[in-house]
């Protein structure tokens, strides 16, 4: 497809299992990014992929959360022993070049329910 | 530190109104990056516009406008004859060089018929 999909789309789980979002990125985009969104709230920025580069994970609310690339293409983002406040739209976005200037693609979430 | 403030929470006009639609900034940064997106009902997130720190002519691309001025830390959007499909959820953003993005609030409009 020409845009950035995410999977699944909608995830329901129970609290204390882990979970994992799936993000492919538009081809040829280098830059990966994940964001949060909670219920009528703005974007928290998640973690920062470019290239082979280390990724910027500063924006990780606990050790709970992880995420990789593989191949600089898939994003995995994982929650370990997930809570009811990871509930929230977890929005993946691509970018092409370097510098995190460059417009933003966005995919169209996966949505969390953690019960 | 960064921050963006979008102080209208939500808006309501009706349709063929003009809106603006606030953004205030805050970086340390000289050089750095704004912009707007806009999140439709259907939740996908759209790119409006982009703008950089040493560019502050103002932009018009249809019935959406921008203003940018450095010295009040603003980049606001006003959408000139609104119409239905305007509806969304609005953010600013700010990308301070070499860093990552900074997301306000949102504004919520809503257009009525």
């Known amino acids: 497809g020409a845009g950035v999909s995410q999977s699944p789309s909608n995830k329901v789980t129970e609290k204390g299992k882990d979970v994992e979002l799936r993000c492919d990125p538009i081809?040829?985009?280098?830059?990966l990014y994940w964001y949060r969104q909670s219920l009528g709230q703005g974007l928290e920025f998640l973690i920062y992929?470019?290239?082979?580069?280390?990724?910027?994970k500063s924006g990780l609310p606990s050790d709970r959360f992880s995420a990789e690339r593989t191949g600089g293409s898939v994003s995995t983002l994982t929650i370990q022993r997930t809570q009811q406040e990871d509930s929230a739209v977890y929005l993946c976005?691509?970018?092409?070049?370097?510098?995190?200037?460059?417009?933003?693609?966005f995919g169209p979430g996966t949505r969390l329910t953690v019960l | 530190a960064q921050k963006v403030t979008q102080a209208q929470t939500e808006i309501s006009v009706v349709e063929k109104e003009d809106v603006t639609l606030d953004c205030v900034y805050e970086t340390r940064d000289t050089t750095y990056y704004l912009f707007w997106y806009k999140q439709p009902p259907s939740g996908e997130l759209v790119f409006l516009i982009r703008r950089n720190s040493f560019d502050e002519q103002n932009e018009i691309s249809g019935r959406y406008s921008w203003n940018f001025q450095k010295s009040t830390s603003s980049f606001n959007f006003t959408i000139t004859a609104s119409q239905v499909v305007d509806s969304a959820v609005y953010f600013c953003a700010l990308s301070p060089y070499g860093q990552n993005f900074v997301f306000g609030p949102g504004t919520r409009l809503s257009v009525l018929p």
């Open positions: 081809s040829g985009h280098t830059a």
């Open positions: 976005a691509s970018s092409p070049g370097q510098g995190v200037w460059n417009e933003q693609f």
């Open positions: 992929f470019q290239g082979n580069s280390a990724p910027d």
